[in-house]
């Protein structure tokens, strides 16, 4: 390095340019976050009620820990740089400082229970007792398929007027769809990315998730849990629609299946 053979203004440049670096980092990521509406970095599009909200924590918590991420990195580069051992320089000892050791407990302490209550604010809203259901129905994961159980015109689940798909999820938009979530195997693990849900079909229990869509379209349900060799083949098709086109398929693949 060019600086660092004159002696003192190369580590300085160093820092500066790291600083510079960061601070123009920062700017172009709320400069692009800014020009978005509806911000969405990384993540899929979201076509629940509540995936805002999950977003919205996701993104808290990324800038939170992101600026502490530069903070604490560019200080150590800088102490890296200002204390490194240099000839005829001796070492300096320190036993502490209170007032230093209480700011920086108190400040993450505060940080921590800030991101505890809006997250348990967000989970009780997302997990908490459902809403009433429009529409429930039943997805039972097995090795390696879903198996999805449509109340009839009764609105009743068991009943002799169900219908019954494999991999195939339709679901009404702008309606509170609870779903029974089971497993006939072994565990296995119902995830929606654009839902931002991820729930986990374990046998012997009926898991309960609540979606209200959104947005129409067509959309994938993984297994997001190894169950098995046939895992990776593991994949649903999820087709949010209109409460009359829903109720069209429904009546259209009873028939199918009747004749
Ligand atoms: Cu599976």
Redesign the pocket.
């Known amino acids: 390095m060019r600086g660092s053979v004159g002696g003192r203004a190369g580590p300085r440049r160093v820092v500066e340019w790291a600083a510079a670096a960061c601070v123009g980092l920062l700017a172009q990521a709320s400069a692009w976050a800014a020009g978005h509406s509806g911000l969405r970095v990384w993540l899929p599009e979201g076509v629940t009620t509540t995936a805002p909200l999950i977003d919205r924590l996701f993104y808290v918590v990324l800038s939170v820990t992101g600026v502490v991420f530069v903070l604490v990195e560019a200080t150590l580069l800088v102490f890296l740089v200002r204390y490194r051992r240099r000839p005829g320089r001796r070492a300096a000892y320190t036993h502490g400082n209170s007032l230093v050791e209480l700011v920086w407990t108190v400040i993450p302490a505060l940080l921590l229970l800030f991101l505890t209550m809006d997250s348990q604010r967000v989970w009780s809203q997302v997990r908490g007792t459902p809403p009433p259901a429009d529409v429930e129905l039943e997805v039972t994961?097995?090795?390696?398929a879903w198996n999805i159980r449509y109340a009839g015109a009764d609105g009743r689940l068991h009943t002799e007027d169900d219908l019954t798909t494999i991999n195939q999820l339709h679901l009404p938009v702008q309606r509170t769809v609870l779903i029974h979530l089971k497993?006939k195997d072994?565990?296995?693990?119902f995830f929606v990315p654009q839902f931002r849900l991820k729930q986990d079909?374990v046998p012997g229990i009926t898991g309960r998730l609540w979606v209200s869509a959104t947005t129409t379209g067509n959309f994938e349900i993984a297994?997001?849990?190894?169950?098995?060799l046939?895992?990776y083949r593991?994949r649903g098709f999820l087709t949010i629609e209109s409460l009359e086109a829903f109720q069209a398929w429904l009546a259209q693949t009873k028939a199918e299946q009747a004749g």
């Open positions: 994961a097995e090795q390696f497993s072994v565990i296995h693990s079909a297994c997001a849990e190894l169950c098995g046939g895992h593991m």
